[in-house]
């Protein structure tokens, strides 16, 4: 802090004027010097207004040069100058609880004011709090008996504007299920130096688990304190009973075409409403399903939902509803058959009907029709429905239609067709398409094969026949075998060159030729 020294000779009040005060200051400077002590103060001068060496409490400032003709002993005691020390701590404060230390220490003064209530010539006061915000001045003088015995310094504490405790709050739920439920409640409290929550001290920020409850409304209060004040902050939940649905169905089974009924019986304990199969309903209550026909014979069910703000429940009752469903079976004389020849006979029977159709047109409950077709290849679909007190269904044959056969092919080769007379032999081979068999020779053969022909003792021209059948006809193929007659013999000639040779040493050329011959 500044050190303030206030050396300068003040400028004295007159001796008529010191003289009326002086002795009214002796008997003020007895309990001020005890007030001192107490280190009380920092509010008992607001203002901050200093009292100055020329202050008429000041017992220091007497010259004694009044010419009162009383004798002061003390008058030139203390009269070097006064030093003085002083600081605050901590300078800056809170609103409301923020507090201050004052500390000074002056040499050679015989006592000290601060904001103008005396104290000792060192020590400390606590100042504040304050209620409202800015600079604060503490003044700070002290005093000797001597004409330069005065010193004083000002310090300031600025108090500053502390805003109150904001709380937030974040329940996990705020509707509860009565007497089964809890909740979580996390809060955070800013500008706060503790909380209270149902009588018990918190933390700042956190969480508390509560619950369960019991049927009703429900609040807590959190109030959290701080430098700014205190703020209060109130949560709010409900418990509510849940949904209790019941649901049930008599009877469970009914016959069809009659006057059977089935009665759907229900309760929703604690609901705000119901619905039966999505239509609004009392929350307790009965309906009859039925009678029912034949047709509309089978499984059967209703639900009913119950909520309230805590929720749903839904329930779902079946019963069955009984008839004989009717049966139908159709068939064909044959399948598959041939495109644009074969014709067919269709026939049905039934049970539990009362009628069959087929074609549009209404037929009994059996029966059958003749001569159907002929029809076009491909595929042809047969239905017959039959209609009973259970309902209708129906059966359905397909009729394969293939298209006509093809006509069948035939091919024969012989592997020679010109063989010699006694001895010569050939192989005559033969192949079909679309044939189921052969003939060959007036025998029956496969639709492929072989077969050996010769030997012939009559030389000519011989044909050979190979006919297959099939479903789409008949075809035949032949080839032709010539028997040779026996050919003239071979004829040889050779001869030598020379036809004469040395022995030993000489050589000859044999030459040959031949007709009608196969070797040599």
Not at 139 to 153: P, Q, S
Not at 165 to 181: C, G, H, Q, R
Request: net charge negative; hydrophobic share 30%.
């Amino acid at each position: 802090m500044p050190l303030l020294q206030h050396a300068l000779a003040p400028s004295l009040p007159s001796a008529a004027v010191r003289r009326i005060f002086f002795a009214a200051l002796l008997l003020f400077l007895t309990p001020l010097a005890v007030h001192a002590q107490d280190g009380s103060g920092g509010q008992d001068n607001p203002s901050g207004q200093q009292q100055g060496p020329d202050d008429p409490g000041d017992p220091g400032n007497d010259d004694d040069d009044d010419d009162d003709g009383i004798n002061n002993p003390d008058e030139e005691e203390g009269s070097e100058p006064v030093f003085l020390t002083a600081s605050v701590s901590p300078a800056r404060v809170p609103i409301a609880s923020g507090t201050a230390t004052i500390t000074w220490e002056a040499d050679n003064a015989r006592y000290c004011t601060v904001d103008g209530v005396a104290r000792a010539t060192s020590g400390s006061i606590t100042v504040g709090p304050w209620t409202t915000a800015g600079a604060k001045s503490i003044l700070i003088e002290c005093y000797n008996n001597g004409k330069a015995g005065y010193a004083a310094d000002s310090l300031t504490v600025t108090v500053y504007d502390v805003p109150k405790p904001v709380i937030t709050t974040t329940l996990s739920k705020s509707l509860l299920e009565a007497n089964v439920d809890k909740f979580t409640v996390t809060y955070s409290a800013t500008n706060a130096k503790s909380c209270m929550l149902a009588g018990t001290k918190y933390p700042t920020s956190g969480s508390a688990t509560l619950g369960p409850y019991p049927a009703g409304k429900h609040s807590l209060t959190f109030s959290c304190s701080g430098d700014g004040g205190t703020t209060s902050h109130t949560i709010n939940w409900e418990a509510i009973k849940a949904v209790a649905l019941s649901a049930s169905v008599s009877p469970s089974t009914i016959t069809a075409n009659g006057s059977d009924k089935a009665r759907v019986t229900w309760t929703g304990a604690h609901a705000d409403s119901c619905t039966l199969d999505g239509a609004n309903a009392a929350k307790s209550g009965s309906k009859d399903f039925g009678p029912y026909s034949y047709g509309e014979a089978g499984a059967k069910s209703a639900t009913v939902a119950c909520k309230n703000r805590l929720g749903s429940k839904t329930s779902t009752v079946n019963w069955t509803v009984n008839a004989l469903a009717p049966s139908v079976s159709a068939t064909l004389s044959q399948n598959p058959v041939v495109a644009d020849v074969d014709k067919v006979d269709l026939s049905w029977t039934s049970s539990n009907t009362d009628d069959c159709s087929y074609g549009g047109r209404t037929r009994s409950t059996s029966g059958k029709i003749t001569g159907l077709g002929p029809f076009n290849a491909g595929k042809e679909v047969f239905t017959v429905s039959c209609t009973g007190a259970g309902g209708t269904t129906s059966d359905t044959v397909t009729l394969t239609v293939n298209p006509p056969p093809e006509a069948p092919t035939v091919t024969v080769s012989l592997d020679s067709a010109r063989i010699p007379i006694d001895t010569g032999t050939s192989t005559l081979n033969w192949s079909s398409a679309n044939a189921t068999s052969c003939t060959y020779d007036n025998a029956t053969v496969a639709v492929k094969g072989s077969s050996t022909l010769g030997s012939y003792d009559t030389a000519g021209d011989y044909v050979i026949e190979v006919t297959c059948m099939g479903d789409g006809g008949s075809d035949s193929d032949s080839a032709t075998l010539t028997v040779e007659p026996a050919p003239k013999p071979p004829i040889v000639r050779a001869s030598l060159d020379p036809t004469t040779i040395t022995a030993g040493t000489g050589t000859s050329t044999l030459s040959w030729s031949s007709v009608r011959a196969a070797s040599c």
